[in-house]
């Protein structure tokens, strides 16, 4: 772990020494009185180094170094349990889950950056040493996912959405609440990561492919678009719910998403593309009208966050990864208070 993180480190002081002699005044002989460093915003090629560098520091590494990546009143949306303002609540909130899981480490699976958006896929591994969301230690060891999207400004993170699988991570703390249907993986996609170049795999083109399922096939409700919009042997990574493979898998498991909610209506609220990669950021409501994760009709509305991601061939999906409050949806149908301590 240690190498890779001076490697990183070297990495992102490369980027501030770039911005602090884009910021330098001319030294001409005519140079009159220095003007006031004007804000220098960072590449989409360095917002993803940044996004590395903070899955890097934010949990173990120096507050000095994480206090430069993010910016003193960024708004984070944890996806559970509210929002924190600024840097100290964003702080408190790390602190809190450093002493539930001291030797948490965060993989990055994806990085994908677009203007001033970034977004990443992680995977987090920790053992339970205290207190998490009112679950005593237990020793075990766990590992969930979930997917970020960061605005940056002036080359910090000035405001950041997360989506964790928190019912998978009670699940295996073994938490009585959590229903029995719980993610179970599926392989990558055989052509996911060498995925063959098209005429169309353009960055809009593949933003209006990534539109179209939010707005089609969820707030539409159309499911035979499925098979024109995937690949036929496309994986669906679900997080809380169990991964699928093919059009034909993946529709059953929409349609039961529709069953429990069959009135559900998604709006895209951010989207940005890199590569063969897009990510989606969406919000939406739905009432409870069908059994859902073992929970009986509620009549309730629920409100739904989330952000998808998926990697594009041909103008087709091949791959995508979906992170949703479901713990949040969950504990809101069931009348009970949210969690304390979120995730990501």
């Known amino acids: 772990m240690f190498p890779m993180r001076t490697f990183r480190l070297g990495l992102r002081s490369a980027i501030v020494l770039a911005l602090a002699l884009a910021m330098m005044p001319s030294t001409g002989l005519t140079q009159e009185a220095t003007p006031e460093a004007e804000c220098v915003e960072t590449t989409p090629e360095q917002n993803a180094e940044l996004v590395r560098m903070y899955w890097q520091e934010a949990v173990w590494g120096e507050q000095g170094t994480i206090d430069e990546i993010v910016?003193?009143?960024?708004?984070?949306?944890?996806?559970?349990?509210g929002t924190t303002e600024?840097?100290?609540?964003?702080?408190?909130?790390?602190?809190l889950f450093n002493t539930a899981f001291p030797n948490l480490e965060f993989t990055v699976d994806l990085?994908?950056?677009?203007g001033d958006l970034a977004a990443s896929l992680w995977t987090a591994n920790g053992t339970q040493a205290g207190e998490w969301q009112g679950i005593a230690p237990t020793g075990r060891d766990v590992t969930w996912t979930g997917i970020n999207v960061f605005r940056f400004a002036c080359g910090q993170i000035v405001e950041s959405w997360g989506e964790a699988d928190h019912l998978g991570l009670r699940a295996q703390l073994g938490a009585a609440d959590v229903p029995a249907t719980l993610a179970s993986p599926a392989p990558s996609a055989a052509g996911a990561a060498g995925a063959t170049p098209?005429?169309?795999?353009?960055?809009?083109?593949?933003?209006?492919?990534a539109r179209r399922w939010t707005e089609e096939v969820w707030s539409g409700q159309d499911l035979a678009v499925?098979?024109?919009?995937?690949?036929?042997?496309?994986?669906?990574?679900?997080?809380a719910f169990p991964d699928v493979q093919g059009p034909e898998a993946v529709a059953e498991a929409v349609g039961?998403?529709?069953?429990?909610?069959?009135?559900?209506?998604?709006?895209?609220?951010?989207?940005?593309a890199s590569g063969d990669l897009v990510a989606v950021r969406w919000s939406g409501t739905g009432t409870h009208e069908g059994a859902w994760l073992g929970l009986e009709p509620t009549g309730k509305v629920a409100n739904m966050t989330g952000i998808n991601i998926y990697r594009i061939s041909c103008g087709q999906v091949v791959e995508s990864w979906s992170e949703m409050n479901v713990l949040q949806v969950l504990l809101e149908l069931r009348g009970e208070a949210g969690v304390a301590t979120p995730a990501a």
């Open 71 to 81: 910016a003193a009143d960024e708004v984070h949306h944890w996806g559970i349990a």
């Open 198 to 209: 098209c005429p169309d795999d353009s960055a809009e083109a593949n933003l209006e492919l």
């Open 256 to 272: 039961r998403q529709l069953a429990a909610f069959p009135d559900i209506a998604l709006t895209v609220d951010a989207a940005l």
């Open 226 to 239: 499925i098979a024109e919009l995937l690949a036929a042997d496309a994986v669906h990574h679900g997080a």
């Open 86 to 95: 600024g840097f100290e609540a964003f702080a408190e909130r790390w602190a």
């Open 111 to 114: 990085v994908l950056a677009d």
